[in-house]
C-alpha cells in the first residue's frame, strides 16, 4: 500500500492523504551467499498509481502538451505493468533485519484524468484520456527497510509524466509499507 505524489512543478507532499495505491510483485529470490545473507530478486509486477489532488490535466492538442490547472476534485489512476529488480542484503535468524535497493521499469497500461461534479444530489463523472505527451514508460529507484515480513518502501522516478515541451513537469513518488513473504 502507497501514498502517491509528484515533484516537478508542485511541491512534495500537496497531495491529499487519500492519494493511495498498491503495488504487487511475483519476484525471485537468487541467493548470492552461502550464509544467504545477501540475494538479488527479480520478477513482474503491476501498480496502480492513483492521486486525488486539486489538479486537472488539460489536454493541448495544438501544441502536443499537457498542462494542469487547480480544479476543485480532481484525480488521476495509472496502471503500470513492471519489472523489479533489487539487490537484497539481511540478517540471519527469524527476525531478521532487510535492506533492498534497486530499481523498477514499468509499462503505462491506461491513464485518465477523471472529474466529478455534484448537481442536484447526484454524482457526474467525465473522464479525459489520449493525452498527446503521455509518457508510456516509468522507471526509477527504489528502496525498502524493514524486519522479517514487513518493510517501509520508497520509490523515486527519474521518468516524467508528460515529455513534452509546454507541458506541466511532474514526475511521480510512491512511500508506504509492503508485506513480503520472506
Not at 520478477?43 to 493541448?60: A, E, K, M, V, Y
Not at 533485519?97 to 454524482?123: C, D, P, Q, S, W
Not at 517501509?152 to 515541451?165: K, N, Q, R, V, W
Amino acid at each position: 500500500i502507497v501514498y502517491n505524489d509528484f515533484y516537478g512543478d508542485r511541491d512534495y507532499f500537496s497531495s491529499p492523504w487519500q492519494s493511495i495505491g498498491f503495488n504487487t510483485s511475483l519476484m525471485f529470490d537468487v541467493v548470492l551467499t552461502q550464509a544467504n545473507t545477501v540475494s538479488f530478486g527479480w520478477g513482474i509486477g503491476f501498480s496502480h498509481f492513483s492521486n486525488r489532488s486539486n489538479l486537472q490535466f488539460t489536454r493541448d492538442l495544438v501544441n502536443n502538451a499537457t498542462t494542469i490547472a487547480d480544479y476543485p476534485i480532481g484525480f488521476e489512476p495509472a496502471n503500470y505493468i513492471e519489472v523489479p529488480l533489487e539487490f537484497r542484503f539481511r540478517t540471519k535468524g527469524h527476525q531478521h533485519f532487510k535492506f533492498m535497493i534497486g530499481g523498477k521499469i514499468g509499462y503505462r497500461l491506461n491513464a485518465f484524468t477523471k472529474e466529478v461534479h455534484r448537481i442536484e444530489g447526484k454524482n457526474y463523472a467525465t473522464k479525459h484520456y489520449n493525452f498527446p505527451d503521455s509518457n508510456p514508460l516509468r522507471y526509477g529507484a527504489t528502496v525498502r527497510i524493514g524486519i522479517r515480513n514487513w518493510a517501509i518502501f520508497g520509490a523515486y522516478y527519474f521518468s516524467p509524466l508528460f515529455t513534452g515541451e509546454g507541458s506541466a513537469d511532474l514526475t511521480p513518488i510512491s512511500m508506504g509499507v509492503t508485506l513480503s513473504l520472506f
